[in-house]
């Protein structure tokens, strides 16, 4: 029974594997007939402008923090986002665009699985099977409901700004995780070392993922204090790092310029703080569909299992869960602090990501409290017995639940849905084509440049968003990089 159970877990692993990898044929596909639009040309104009006048790679770092440095004082303080944006793939080669999706997939992906790798198999000894589901799973769900696809993979500087730095955060928390496991003074000096790095680029990235990982290593760090684990000064390290690398991205001038630019839509610390526990509780019963439901009750025999192994005592399971949401509402803070709404696509997209790890966490410390509640000695609950020996059945009826949530939430909706549908009607053939009549004529008329608006976007790519005006900010970025005097929209 044992082996057979295994065998039953592998071919379940390699099963949502192979889905999971299919379902991104398609998002990749459509990455190669995508192009830079609006910041994408306006933070990396100093960048392009440098490898024209072959400075090479030296030459294209110094103009990004070059561009670090005048908007630090005249826009915004998230310096490591800035250099980020500096060096979109499209200002080496209009040919290397494609790499965005890769990226910004890549870097969730990875950092997903290397997460949870070290929360499961590494902290709580489960099996690499059941991690596999469990990830990608949770990665298929995240990818394939994004509320905003175009944000979250498509467009560079929208994507690095949220998704890449989401991902550094998951990246930061498993490496503070290895730490407490480490064995050795040379592992932990190692992975302090690399915490610490990446804790220095997160507290330079948007205030969202910024404040909620560092009251979340905040927390980690006083906890390890109190139990006076050997391993409290790796912690305390990049917690300071973090939070002088934050303070400094607050303390930009550039900061209130553009807070003067969006007078009138701010709130309050206090106001922000009650918008943000609403708003979170808004998302959470929106997002709560059948395919959610299905997913999370699919991965509670799995956290179940995990807490079981868990040496938590579990004891407070509605202390734990309000926890976990204050967090989960945090992200919400500073965008309604300073714009008075809780942030556009691209940034909602990182509180839905965040959704599925915090539901999933909630069920986990469920579970903990149930089964720290039955005695070992006890026979096997009704639920074990389903599991037990109705596993098959069980999981057939979750993946029917599962695949009436997504006909429900409409397949052509759905990431690989949406982009498969438009490479059938060959919507990403026309984007590209009129996308590249524009930068013929951005790249030969150096006078006046007049050119049109695209007519063909399919919902997951970005107009150039020009206006009629040439001051508008979009055709002022398209003159300063292309080096035109004056772009004006064809009407």
Request: glycine share 6%.
């Amino acid at each position: 029974m044992s082996r057979i159970r295994n065998k039953k877990a592998a071919l379940a692993a390699a099963a949502v594997l192979l889905c999971f990898l299919a379902s991104l044929v398609p998002i990749f596909y459509v990455s190669f007939f995508n192009h830079p639009t609006a910041d994408d040309y306006g933070y990396s104009d100093l960048v392009h402008s440098a490898l024209l006048g072959g400075g090479g790679l030296f030459g294209a770092i110094r103009a990004a923090c070059s561009e670090v440095g005048s908007t630090y004082f005249t826009w915004q303080g998230t310096f490591s986002a800035v250099f980020l944006f500096s060096l979109q793939p499209g200002v080496f080669s209009p040919h290397l665009y494609f790499l965005t999706t890769f990226l910004m997939v890549g870097a969730l992906s990875a950092s997903t699985v290397f997460f949870c790798e070290t929360v499961f198999v590494r902290w709580l000894g489960c099996e690499k099977n059941h991690l596999v589901v469990f990830a990608f799973l949770i990665l298929f769900a995240s990818i394939q409901f994004v509320p905003d696809r175009s944000e979250a993979f498509f467009w560079y500087n929208g994507s690095v700004y949220y998704t890449f730095f989401y991902s550094l955060a998951l990246l930061l928390a498993a490496l503070l995780i290895r730490i407490l496991l480490a064995k050795s003074a040379r592992q932990k000096v190692i992975l302090t070392v690399l915490a610490s790095f990446v804790a220095f680029v997160l507290g330079g990235g948007n205030y969202s993922t910024a404040l909620v990982t560092t009251l979340l290593v905040a927390f980690a760090t006083a906890a390890v204090f109190r139990r006076k684990n050997e391993s409290r000064w790796c912690f305390f390290t990049p917690l300071t790092v973090l939070a002088v690398s934050f303070l400094v991205s607050a303390a930009a001038p550039g900061n209130a310029v553009r807070a003067a630019a969006l007078a009138g839509r701010s709130l309050s610390p206090a106001a922000a703080v009650g918008r943000s526990l609403v708003c979170a509780a808004g998302y959470l019963r929106s997002w709560s569909g059948l395919p959610q439901v299905a997913l999370f009750l699919s991965l509670t025999p799995f956290l179940y299992r995990a807490a079981q192994k868990c040496r938590w005592r579990f004891r407070r399971p509605l202390a734990a869960c309000v926890l976990a949401f204050c967090f989960f509402a945090s992200q919400m803070a500073p965008p309604f602090y300073a714009m008075g709404f809780a942030g556009a696509g691209r940034e909602i997209d990182i509180y839905y990501y965040s959704y599925y790890l915090l539901v999933s966490f909630c069920i986990f410390y469920f579970c903990g409290w149930l089964s720290r509640r039955f005695s070992q000695n006890k026979p096997a609950t009704a639920i074990h017995r389903i599991l037990r020996d109705k596993s098959l059945a069980v999981a057939l009826t979750l993946f029917v639940l599962f695949l009436a949530g997504c006909r429900n939430f409409g397949v052509t909706r759905m990431t690989s849905g949406d982009t498969a549908f438009a490479v059938r009607a060959k919507t990403v053939n026309a984007y590209d084509a009129e996308y590249r009549v524009s930068l013929q004529k951005l790249n030969t008329e150096k006078d006046v440049c007049r050119i049109s608006e695209l007519k063909t976007i399919p919902d997951f790519f970005k107009p150039l968003k020009l206006q009629s005006s040439p001051d508008f900010w979009v055709n002022r970025q398209l003159e300063h990089y292309f080096g035109i005097r004056e772009v004006i929209k064809k009407t």
